[in-house]
């Protein structure tokens, strides 16, 4: 694809460059990754004027090497860059969601380059418990966490639902504070505010339900698909709350498995966003925060499985051993349901 397409050509020339720079350090390669780094951009920009059918697929697999590209945060970082850092990998994100919202609905999903943007990699359990009356609003199958991906991908019994929302309970402290605040206070934001709880909640339901596992890296990588511009501004704000979001995320984040272009930005912008928040913050907030550097020193300290694992220390109900098996019995059963619908649907000879 990228030998007729340049701009894909100079992404991957960057990324090569990068990769051998990273590998023996040489201001060569790292000019020579430079070059094409901007040689993407021109070009990328000049062919995103005049998107075509037979260009969509490598825009596409471009915007998302784009996210590749951004030179990380070394060393030393002051907390600000590293912010700055996270709001140049919002807006490239921004514009990938941009790009795969033209053929979300008009199969997307029958594209070869499909598997960079589809959003789950399977259908989860309910959750396992409901301690709160806070629900996941309902809307069309493919555009809410509940069924993210395109329509055309579900059976026809799923249908929009609603469900509890599963959180680690000082973030569904927080969520419950925005829904319901002290004296009846109008919350300006909390219609930008609430959504992105819902969008973590899955997150957090892959990994207990499978623990670490390619359908948790993948509602990790697309997070950034479900917010909206205005969800950015308050981010780029430093409004305190949205920050809080942004600080588990990327301490769930930093759990995948990274590669050498990730390396160590993904632990530190973390840790700059749990800093900044601690500036100003206060009550719930800093109870919130402190479980987000709690996950990220545990991974520092002991590894991404035990990070894992600690995400639900202290979680009154949820037993994180029990996960997996309670995923078998939700998927059996599940099994067993579909089978007697095949069998209701028998045609039989009547004499």
């Not at 037979?54 to 915007?63: G, K, R, V």
């Not at 909206?228 to 308050?234: G, K, N, S, V, W």
């Not at 990327?250 to 840790?271: Q, T």
């Amino acid at each position: 694809m990228s030998i007729a397409h340049p701009h894909l050509l100079y992404a991957i020339l960057s990324i090569s460059a990068s990769h051998l720079a990273a590998l023996k350090p040489s201001s060569h390669l790292q000019s020579t990754a430079l070059f094409y780094r901007q040689k993407t951009y021109q070009s990328y920009a000049k062919e995103l004027a005049s998107i075509t059918p037979n260009s969509y697929e490598a825009i596409l697999t471009t915007a998302c090497f784009l996210l590749t590209l951004i030179p990380p945060p070394g060393p030393g970082t002051p907390d600000g860059e590293c912010l700055n850092h996270m709001m140049t990998l919002l807006k490239l994100s921004e514009g990938l969601r941009i790009l795969v919202t033209l053929r979300w609905s008009q199969g997307i999903e029958k594209l070869s380059v499909y598997p960079l943007i589809c959003r789950e990699l399977r259908s989860l359990p309910p959750a396992p418990i409901a301690a709160t009356k806070v629900q996941v609003r309902p809307g069309p199958v493919g555009s809410t966490p509940v069924h993210p991906n395109p329509a055309a991908t579900y059976d026809e019994y799923a249908l929009p639902t609603t469900a509890s929302v599963f959180l680690p309970p000082p973030l569904l402290g927080l969520l419950e504070s925005i829904v319901q605040p002290e004296g009846g206070a109008l919350d300006v934001d909390a219609n930008t505010l609430i959504p992105v709880f819902h969008v973590l909640s899955p997150v957090f339901l892959s990994l207990y339900y499978y623990h670490l596992n390619p359908d948790f890296n993948v509602r990790i990588f697309c997070f950034t698909s479900f917010l909206m511009p205005e969800f950015l501004a308050l981010v780029k704000a430093r409004e305190e709350r949205a920050l809080v979001l942004m600080a588990w995320f990327f301490a769930l984040a930093d759990m995948v498995p990274n590669g050498w272009w990730v390396g160590n930005k993904v632990g530190a912008v973390a840790e700059a966003l749990c800093r900044t928040i601690r500036k100003t913050g206060r009550g719930k907030i800093i109870e919130v925060v402190e479980g987000a550097e709690r996950v990220v020193g545990v991974n520092q300290r002991e590894g991404r499985e035990r990070a894992a694992e600690s995400v639900f220390d202290g979680w009154e109900g949820v037993n994180w051993g029990d996960g997996p098996t309670k995923a078998k019995e939700w998927e059996d059963g599940l099994a067993n349901l579909t089978k007697g619908f095949d069998l209701c649907n028998i045609d039989f000879e009547i004499p």
